[in-house]
């Protein structure tokens, strides 16, 4: 054998040995790559692999590399939970995390209860997820409904106070806790005055949104509130440009993303409201340094802008090395005990996860998308949003007291 041939054998042998040599802390990622909401998974993948291999090449978590363990959940919450049950028990992963549907983060995040694991929702807006179906195993990096409600409602009071609201709702949990928290903070609760409409989920057809939008359109209002999600808000806002309906009262998307934006176009998005915890533009206008070099980092390597989805997926799997490091032990007891009322900054200004709920407590940032020129002037043709207004993370959050009382009035305890 040559000299040149037992070298390169060398080494791969040396590689192997160390790579075999560091056991792999596995960790499952839940996520749907197919279905209504698969872009928002794209970009949790995405944002998750860039966390992973930054992790792994500054010592993994108490020296042992992440293995992410993937399964594909298809917004389907029964396959959400087997999926989460499977990667515990055959996997051994130490922590879950993903999903998009809010309904599949609650039934996720009960089979890692179940199994004394934690279960991170990373776009899961339903105020159920840390509210009524809390509990202890389950943290939510995202905001809530109640809290992109609050804000939203807080910027559209001054311009729309008194005026006419309908509702267009996904009819599941994300879709019920919105379109009621919007009501509340709106004051339109009154469903005469401001009527609405359902509309099936996970199946909804054409003719479902199309239905929906007539009568939206006959009922003379000022203000459409979309409570959808995904290629739902796609499809709904697409029919709803051809109907000449964004010309006649103001399009309200309560939860929108980067992804969302792109796949309608920027001609129809233009004028659109919604709220998001996090858009590429936030840390370039308030000047978050960490922020802008994740921003950077994603767009070398994938060239393409982030999404909320990428920078929930890649905080996760941040606070969760941190947590694991600050307890020293990956048992999940004391990685809760290191999580609760821990505050941090990472992508943006300060953040906490709240002990009493373990909902991270954030800065909510009501957005209205730009001028169709404004945004292909973007080199990617990504620059969607102006931050028009924005809500404290304390002030837009529930207070104990309002959590509580959720909790109470579905005979839940009222601590985790």
């Given amino acids: 054998m040559s000299i040149t041939r037992l070298l390169c054998v060398g080494i791969v042998l040396a590689f192997a040995a160390t790579t075999l040599s560091a056991e792999t802390l596995k960790i499952g990622f839940n996520y749907p790559q197919n279905g209504r909401y698969k872009d928002q998974g794209l970009q949790e993948r995405l944002g998750a692999f860039m966390a992973v291999e930054e992790i792994n090449q500054n010592g993994g978590v108490l ?105 267009i709702t996904a009819d599941y949990t994300w879709g019920w806790s919105t379109e009621s928290s919007m009501r509340r903070f709106t004051d339109t609760t009154d469903t005469e005055a401001h009527p609405g409409v359902k509309t099936p989920f996970p199946r909804a057809y054409i003719r479902d949104f199309k239905a929906a939008l007539e009568q939206a359109q006959a009922s003379g209002a000022d203000v459409l509130v979309m409570v959808l999600f995904g290629d739902d808000m796609v499809r709904a806002l697409n029919i709803a440009y051809e109907m000449g309906i964004k010309d006649q009262m103001q399009v309200v998307v309560p939860n929108i993303t980067l992804g969302m934006a792109l796949d309608v176009g920027p001609t129809i998005m233009e004028g659109v409201i919604g709220s998001a915890p996090w858009v590429w533009e936030v840390p370039y206008k308030y000047d978050y340094p960490r922020g802008k070099q994740f921003v950077e980092d994603f767009v070398e390597r994938y060239n393409m802008r982030p999404s909320s989805a990428a920078a929930s997926a890649y905080s996760i799997l941040y606070q969760y090395r941190d947590a694991v490091e600050r307890a020293g032990t990956l048992n999940t007891a004391a990685v809760i005990r290191a999580l609760e009322d821990y505050r941090y900054s990472l992508l943006k200004d300060e953040q906490q996860w709240r002990a009493f709920d373990h909902q991270n407590v954030q800065t909510v940032y009501v957005v209205k998308s730009k001028a169709r020129d404004e945004i292909l002037s973007d080199p990617l043709g990504s620059d969607f949003f102006d931050i028009v207004d924005s809500l404290d993370g304390d002030t837009a959050a529930k207070t104990l007291e309002e959590w509580q009382e959720e909790r109470r009035a579905a005979d839940k305890p009222l601590t985790l």
């Fill in 63 to 167: 020296g042992q590399p992440i293995e992410l363990v993937i399964r594909n959940n298809s917004s389907d919450p029964k396959q959400g939970a087997a999926n989460t049950a499977e990667l515990i028990d055959r996997e051994n992963a130490r922590m879950v995390f993903g999903g998009v549907s809010s309904a599949v983060a609650i039934a996720s995040g009960e089979e890692a209860r179940k199994r004394d694991r934690l279960y991170f929702g990373t776009l899961t807006y339903s105020n159920a997820t840390t509210g009524s179906a809390g509990h202890s195993h389950m943290f939510r990096e995202p905001f809530n409904a109640w809290m992109a409600a609050k804000a939203i409602s807080h910027h559209l009071q001054s311009r729309y106070a008194g005026q006419k609201f309908f509702y």
